[in-house]
Antibody, heavy 121, light 110 residues
Framework: EVQLVESGGGLVQPGRSLRLSCAVSGFTFDDYAMHWVRQAPGKGLEWVSG????????AYADSVKGRFTISRDNAKNSLYLQMNNLGLGDTAFYYC??????????????WGQGSLVTVSS | QSVLTQPPSVSAAPGQKVTISCSGSSSNIGNNYVSWYQQLPGTAPKLLICENNQRPSGIPDRFSGSKSGTSATLGITGLQTGDEADYYCATWDTSQSVGVFGTGTKVTVL
């Protein structure tokens, strides 16, 4: 069974940093690209970042470029999102999602349960 | 950043059909595959349609997808109360090298 489990969310003050992790199981992790997608409470889905199977290509939404860094450790079957200089607009559920191919071009076919990041003073 | 436009809501009676449109541009829908996702209340999204019109294993054939030019459409036939959810289209934007999701459509079964 494919499982994606996010962790690392929580309450953080504006301007601070947070690192999300996503532990995966049930599939060969290094055969697939991965993404982070977020959803502010009561709002729609927003693609945040994607990384291909061997970390040679990463992409970011304009809203997070220069502040967020996606990475993966294939040996640990884990995906990460380093979030720096967080702002109120970054408050959201953050979903880890598996791409259907090695290249992070969407679609995604499996999602984690989401990790809530709340930015507030 | 580019976004795909969907109607905020659609509704129909049980057993009827609804269609949800997704409008984009030549840099996204016009040159890439479209996927569709269903998000039931309080849950993570679920892939319904990939590659414009392909249903993953386990998705009933009541759900269908199509694409024409820079627009895509999701159809749901034989509407059931369990279909009440938010639906999103998504694709890749080649010119900006980013993923893009639609604005989302809430389906209500009357």
């Amino acid at each position: 069974e494919v499982q994606l489990v996010e962790s690392g969310g929580g309450l953080v003050q504006p301007g601070r940093s947070l690192r999300l992790s996503c532990a995966v199981s049930g599939f060969t992790f290094d055969d697939y690209a991965m993404h982070w997608v977020r959803q502010a409470p009561g709002k729609g889905l927003e693609w945040v970042s994607g990384i291909n199977w061997n970390s040679s290509e990463m992409a970011y939404a304009d809203s997070v470029k220069g502040r967020f860094t996606i990475s993966r450790d294939n040996a640990k079957n884990s995906l990460y999102l380093q979030m720096n200089n967080l702002g109120l607009g970054d408050t959201a559920f953050y979903y880890c999602a598996k791409d259907v191919s090695r290249w992070a071009l969407l679609p995604v076919d499996c999602w984690g349960q989401g990790s809530l990041v709340t930015v507030s003073s | 950043q580019s976004v795909l436009t969907q109607p905020p809501s659609v509704s129909a009676a049980p057993g009827q059909k609804v269609t949800i449109s997704c409008s984009g541009s030549s840099s996204n829908i016009g040159n890439n595959y479209v996927s569709w996702y269903q998000q039931l209340p309080g849950t993570a999204p679920k892939l319904l349609i990939c590659e414009n019109n392909q249903r993953p294993s386990g998705i009933p054939d009541r759900f269908s997808g199509s694409k024409s030019g820079t627009s895509a459409t999701l159809g749901i036939t034989g509407l059931q109360t369990g279909d009440e959810a938010d639906y999103y289209c998504a694709t890749w934007d080649t010119s900006q090298s980013v993923g893009v999701f639609g604005t989302g459509t809430k389906v209500t079964v009357l």
